[in-house]
């Protein structure tokens, strides 16, 4: 199993910026993508950025293209999310994910694939 714990969350006014991190614990070796999600009032949870670890490759949701960077220190076995000109939509509790994929070196952009979650943070943009 892995554990996940997410941090970093907060309140920001719009075009702010934020740091998520994410710190796996455990059998982290069975995780070769890591992912954020993130789910406002109302929504369905949505696929933010992944990243394969080791090779990093990348995927970014359109909404977040340009302003939000996903990446790994694998020393440390942690996750980032860097996000910039933050804006209210992007108001949502943000989730760590991560899983294992067989075959190829892209990440699901699913949620139903992934097999560890964090408990989420909370960002607020006003």
């Known amino acids: 199993h892995v554990q996940l714990v997410e941090s970093g969350g907060g309140s920001v006014q719009a075009g702010g910026s934020l740091r998520l991190s994410c710190a796996a614990s455990?059998?982290?070796?069975?995780?070769?993508?890591m992912a954020w999600f993130r789910q406002a009032p109302g929504k369905e949870r949505e696929g933010v950025a992944n990243?394969?670890?080791?090779?990093?490759?990348?995927y970014y949701a359109d909404s977040v293209k340009g302003r939000f960077t996903v990446s790994e220190e694998r020393v440390t076995n942690t996750l980032y999310l860097q996000m910039n000109d933050l804006q209210p939509e992007d108001t949502a509790i943000y989730y760590c994910?991560?899983?294992?994929?067989?075959?190829?070196?892209?990440?699901?952009?699913?949620?139903?694939?992934?097999?560890?979650w964090g408990q989420g943070t909370q960002v607020t943009v006003s």
């Open positions: 994910a991560a899983y294992m994929t067989i075959g190829g070196s892209y990440c699901s952009k699913q949620s139903s694939a992934y097999s560890y």
């Open positions: 455990g059998q982290t070796w069975s995780a070769n993508c």
């Open positions: 990243i394969y670890r080791g090779a990093g490759n990348t």
